[in-house]
Protein backbone atom coordinates (compact mmCIF):
# COMPACT_ATOMS: atom_id res chain seq x y z
CA UNK A 1 0.00 0.00 0.00
CA UNK A 2 1.00 3.29 -1.04
CA UNK A 3 0.72 6.71 0.90
CA UNK A 4 1.61 10.07 -0.27
CA UNK A 5 1.38 13.32 1.65
CA UNK A 6 1.00 16.29 0.10
CA UNK A 7 2.60 19.72 1.89
CA UNK A 8 2.88 23.41 1.12
CA UNK A 9 0.26 24.89 0.35
CA UNK A 10 -1.60 27.91 2.11
CA UNK A 11 -2.49 31.38 1.28
CA UNK A 12 -0.57 33.64 -0.90
CA UNK A 13 -1.29 37.02 -2.68
CA UNK A 14 -1.89 37.15 -6.28
CA UNK A 15 1.65 36.95 -8.09
CA UNK A 16 3.18 35.15 -5.15
CA UNK A 17 4.37 31.27 -5.41
CA UNK A 18 4.01 28.31 -3.33
CA UNK A 19 6.10 25.27 -3.84
CA UNK A 20 3.60 21.83 -3.23
CA UNK A 21 5.48 18.81 -2.10
CA UNK A 22 4.08 15.05 -2.32
CA UNK A 23 6.14 12.40 -0.61
CA UNK A 24 5.42 8.53 -1.18
CA UNK A 25 5.93 6.25 1.25
CA UNK A 26 7.20 3.58 -0.76
CA UNK A 27 10.02 3.77 -3.79
CA UNK A 28 7.51 1.76 -5.63
CA UNK A 29 6.37 5.41 -7.55
CA UNK A 30 9.71 5.58 -9.44
CA UNK A 31 8.50 2.87 -11.71
CA UNK A 32 5.23 5.44 -12.47
CA UNK A 33 3.99 8.86 -13.92
CA UNK A 34 3.05 10.87 -11.52
CA UNK A 35 0.55 13.96 -11.74
CA UNK A 36 -0.64 16.53 -9.59
CA UNK A 37 -4.40 17.58 -10.31
CA UNK A 38 -6.42 20.63 -8.45
CA UNK A 39 -10.07 20.66 -7.62
CA UNK A 40 -11.79 24.23 -7.10
CA UNK A 41 -15.22 24.79 -5.34
CA UNK A 42 -18.15 22.97 -7.19
CA UNK A 43 -15.62 22.10 -9.83
CA UNK A 44 -14.25 18.56 -11.20
CA UNK A 45 -10.63 17.70 -10.33
CA UNK A 46 -8.12 18.56 -13.51
CA UNK A 47 -5.22 17.91 -14.19
CA UNK A 48 -2.72 20.29 -13.39
CA UNK A 49 0.97 18.51 -14.62
CA UNK A 50 2.46 15.04 -15.20
CA UNK A 51 6.26 14.26 -15.03
CA UNK A 52 6.80 10.69 -16.73
CA UNK A 53 9.37 8.17 -15.08
CA UNK A 54 11.94 9.43 -17.19
CA UNK A 55 11.15 12.83 -16.21
CA UNK A 56 9.12 14.11 -19.47
CA UNK A 57 6.66 17.27 -18.02
CA UNK A 58 2.91 17.84 -19.44
CA UNK A 59 0.80 20.73 -18.25
CA UNK A 60 -2.15 22.53 -18.38
CA UNK A 61 -2.64 25.45 -20.71
CA UNK A 62 -3.75 27.08 -17.48
CA UNK A 63 -0.24 26.77 -15.90
CA UNK A 64 1.92 26.46 -18.84
CA UNK A 65 5.48 28.85 -17.94
CA UNK A 66 4.04 29.47 -14.26
CA UNK A 67 3.98 26.14 -12.78
CA UNK A 68 7.12 23.23 -12.68
CA UNK A 69 6.78 19.64 -12.18
CA UNK A 70 9.72 17.49 -10.85
CA UNK A 71 10.89 14.75 -8.77
CA UNK A 72 13.34 13.24 -6.95
CA UNK A 73 13.26 9.62 -7.31
CA UNK A 74 16.12 9.10 -4.38
CA UNK A 75 13.58 10.35 -1.80
CA UNK A 76 10.13 9.59 -3.56
CA UNK A 77 8.92 12.72 -3.65
CA UNK A 78 7.36 15.13 -6.40
CA UNK A 79 6.85 18.66 -6.46
CA UNK A 80 5.09 21.69 -7.89
CA UNK A 81 6.17 24.80 -7.93
CA UNK A 82 3.97 27.78 -8.60
CA UNK A 83 4.54 30.73 -9.60
CA UNK A 84 2.84 34.10 -10.55
CA UNK A 85 -0.81 32.56 -8.71
CA UNK A 86 -3.40 34.01 -10.04
CA UNK A 87 -7.26 33.86 -7.82
CA UNK A 88 -8.20 31.28 -10.30
CA UNK A 89 -5.06 28.53 -9.27
CA UNK A 90 -7.29 28.73 -5.56
CA UNK A 91 -8.06 24.60 -4.92
CA UNK A 92 -7.01 21.36 -3.25
CA UNK A 93 -3.98 20.07 -5.02
CA UNK A 94 -3.56 16.15 -5.14
CA UNK A 95 -0.72 14.33 -6.00
CA UNK A 96 -1.53 10.99 -7.58
CA UNK A 97 0.71 8.22 -8.32
CA UNK A 98 -1.05 5.42 -10.44
CA UNK A 99 -4.38 4.10 -8.64
CA UNK A 100 -3.36 6.37 -5.44
CA UNK A 101 -3.86 9.97 -4.43
CA UNK A 102 -2.57 11.93 -1.87
CA UNK A 103 -5.39 13.29 0.50
CA UNK A 104 -4.91 17.40 -1.05
CA UNK A 105 -3.14 20.51 0.10
CA UNK A 106 -5.20 23.74 -0.32
CA UNK A 107 -3.87 26.60 -2.40
CA UNK A 108 -5.74 30.07 -1.76
CA UNK A 109 -4.53 32.88 -3.53
CA UNK A 110 -6.57 36.42 -2.85
CA UNK A 111 -5.35 39.41 -1.17
Known amino acids: QVQLVESGGGLVQPGGSLRLSCAASSNIFIFYNMAWYSQAPGNQRELVAT???????LYADSVKRRFTISRDNTNSTVSLQMNTLKPDDTAVYFC?????WGQGTQVTVAS
Open 96 to 100: SVAQW
Open 51 to 57: ITKGGIT
